[in-house]
């Protein structure tokens, strides 16, 4: 099977002026499919410059990026922008949703920069489909200001599934929601996984973290743990609790 | 990408600000708008001038009697008195071309008539004259060749010295006293209005050349002998056989002229081109404020691109292409300066309508002028929104998701 992502020894240095940063060195890594990867550290401890190299945003100093088997490392600007819109779906901490731009609109964005000529109508029932998928379907009109945290960032979630990338890349998706909120997200990308979707997701919360399947723990640029996750937290369940707490508070006066 | 789609996202970014929007493209309103308008007003003005040229009469040729120096004083043309009517004869006779000459002598004169008089312009002209000068009668009609023989007392009179001799009396037959001479009066002009140098063309009495010559001024010679050449190509030979012919005639060796030769040419071109340095001037001030209204397009721009760097970021995220953006904000740019030109042309052609209905100014507006207007305020837009949207298509991805 080829790994979705393969980091053989990848390198980032960044040079501000005299100062040499070095925020990743030489980690290697392999993701297969239907892995759902957790990374995982404090800040400054290199997990957003993986999440841009892992995301084709930027490209390493040194070493070897397989992407679908493919290099990525070596490609140009716009070569990047292709493979980020054919391959890679992104869900971002803030959401990033085009203001004043309605949930459809939203999600069609990334197919109207894809080599495939869609026509209008298709355009809109991939759209449709997508948020569908998380559960929005039914406003698909609104704007971002109508909605919700939770809905706005499944209106994400379906910006980056309509492409139907082999890779959804999550940059702390749950830091601007309140904990049953994240939960809610959380089962939806338990979901996709379910489906065979592969996820990799940067966050700092170790309990998020737990609802994924490998844990990878980053610091100063490199990877000091890599672990399977054991007695994994599934949002069905958490919800159910969850809801029967709410449930035993309100009756207790 | 589509480019169709592109331009849906322009114009949605468009709308979504419209003061800003409405106020930016007011500078590419104004500027258009005063291109077309001025434009329209200069052509209006050297239409106008060249239709009152044209009324002068046309195909007309004259030539002037050499300029004499008296004690150092350079008299101007006209005064050598080296002009006779035999010259007249001569051309008339010789030159083919010409179909129709005037010998033509002028003064000053008071004139009156019952209790009223008059000090006005009196001329000496043939019969001949009124068809040269494309001179209408509204009453009566010319003097005849007869009169010329005979020197008779007869003359025809302007617009102005009707009213001034004879108010709301019909002048036709009656005696009107030029410098106590008693003369006829057989016709009377219709209305020229001023030239296009500003005299009232009006203010005259003509009367045949020999009556004016011996009885108002005791001169032999003339000072203009106005010539009307066959066609309009033929001007320029005739003027040259002219020249040919009065050399001759008044044995002249090398270039000391005793008479100068202009043609109806040289003075309408006088008067077109002031109207255009005038046109130029006034088109090239309003160009201004064209190139005004661009740098505020690419202000806005800018301040755009700074405002949506979020925006250009998750584009680039979901896998636009730098040129995907940089054509996105081109688009945006060029539909304000493209729908800024289209209203001022609407506006420029209406208040060109507006002048001269109410002003009573005449306006031509030219077909060229739109279409240069509309691409040139396209380019505009291109020119001054090419610096933001390139900025905007080299933002880095991460740099722009990360901007707050």
């Not at chain 1, 490392?73 to 819109?85: F, M, Q, T, V, Y």
């Not at chain 2, 493209?25 to 434009?39: S, Y």
């Not at chain 2, 001034?164 to 020229?192: E, H, N, S, W, Y």
């Amino acid at each position: 099977m080829t790994p979705v992502i393969e980091l053989r020894n990848i390198e980032r240095t960044y040079s501000s002026g005299e100062v040499q940063v070095r925020a990743v060195r030489d980690v290697s890594l392999t993701i297969l499919p239907g892995e759902f990867v957790a990374i995982m550290g404090a800040s400054g401890s290199g997990k957003s410059t993986m999440m841009n190299t892992i995301g084709c945003l930027d490209r390493p100093t040194g070493g070897c990026y397989l992407l679908d088997g493919i290099d990525v490392s070596k490609l140009n600007r716009d070569e990047l922008a292709d493979i980020r819109n054919r391959k890679i779906g992104f869900v971002f901490q803030g959401f990033n949703l085009l203001a004043r731009t309605s949930a459809i609109e939203n999600v069609e964005l990334p197919m109207l920069y894809s080599h495939k000529r869609l026509t209008g109508n298709l355009l809109r029932n991939k759209g449709l489909a997508a948020l569908g998928i998380v559960g929005l379907a039914d406003r698909a009109g609104h704007y971002p200001n109508q909605l919700s945290g939770g809905q706005q960032q499944r209106v994400a979630i379906a910006r980056a599934l309509c492409n139907e990338p082999s890779l959804l890349l999550a940059d702390e998706p749950t830091g601007n929601l309140d904990s049953q909120t994240s939960i809610e997200i959380m089962g939806v990308f338990q979901k996709l996984n379910e489906q065979g979707i592969t996820i990799v997701m940067v966050t700092h919360e170790l309990d998020i973290a737990r609802y994924t399947t490998r844990n990878i723990v980053m610091r100063d640029g490199v990877v000091v743990g890599d672990t399977p996750v054991r007695d994994r937290f599934f949002a069905t369940e958490e919800l159910r609790r969850l809801s029967a707490a709410q449930a035993a508070v309100q009756l207790a006066p | 990408m589509k480019i169709r789609a592109t331009f849906v996202m322009a114009l949605r970014a468009l709308r979504r600000n419209k003061l800003r929007t409405a106020l930016t493209m007011l500078g590419i309103i104004i500027g258009v708008g005063a291109v077309i308008a001025m434009v329209a007003i200069g052509n209006g003005a050297t239409s106008q001038v060249e239709n009152q040229i044209a009324a002068l009469g046309q195909n007309v040729v004259l030539v002037f009697s050499g300029s004499v120096t008296q004690g150092g004083v350079k008299q101007g043309w006209g005064f050598a008195g080296t002009l006779k009517i035999e010259d007249a004869d001569a051309i008339l006779r010789e030159i083919p071309d010409a179909v129709a000459v005037s010998p033509e002598v002028r003064t000053n004169a008071q004139v009156g008539a019952e209790n009223q008089n008059w000090f006005t312009n009196v001329q000496g002209e043939s019969p001949d004259y009124f068809a040269i000068r494309n001179w209408a009668f509204s009453e009566g009609t010319t003097f005849g060749e007869q009169d010329v023989r005979g020197a008779t007392k007869v003359a025809v009179i302007g617009q102005t010295v009707v009213k001034q001799l004879f108010g709301a009396d019909d002048p036709l037959g009656q005696i009107m006293r030029v410098k106590g001479v008693p003369f006829q009066i057989v016709g009377v002009l219709a209305t020229k209005g001023m030239s296009v140098f500003g005299q009232d063309q009006d203010d005259v009495v003509i009367m045949p050349y020999t009556s004016c010559m011996k009885r108002i001024m005791g001169v032999t010679n003339v000072r203009t002998i106005n010539v009307e050449a066959s066609r309009p190509d033929r001007i320029i030979p005739v003027q040259d056989q002219i020249t040919t012919l009065m050399r001759q005639r008044h044995k002249i060796v090398g270039d000391n002229d005793d008479f100068t030769i202009h043609n109806q040419q040289e003075f309408t071109d006088a008067a077109t081109s002031t109207s255009r340095i005038l046109t130029v001037l006034v088109v090239s001030i309003a160009s201004v404020s064209l190139l005004v209204g661009g740098i505020g397009i690419m202000n806005i721009m800018l301040v755009s691109v700074t405002e949506r760097t979020r925006e250009i970021g998750i584009r680039m995220a979901v896998g636009a292409h730098g040129r995907d953006i940089l054509l996105q904000f081109l688009i945006e740019a060029t539909s304000l300066s493209t729908m800024g030109g289209i209203v001022g042309i609407l506006l420029g052609i209406g208040a060109a309508k507006l002048l001269s209905i109410f002003a009573q100014w005449p306006t031509l507006v030219s077909p060229l002028s739109v279409v240069l207007s509309f691409m040139f305020s396209a380019c505009v837009g291109i020119f001054f929104g090419f610096y933001p949207a390139r900025k905007a298509a080299a933002l880095d991805p991460i740099e722009a998701l990360r901007y707050e």
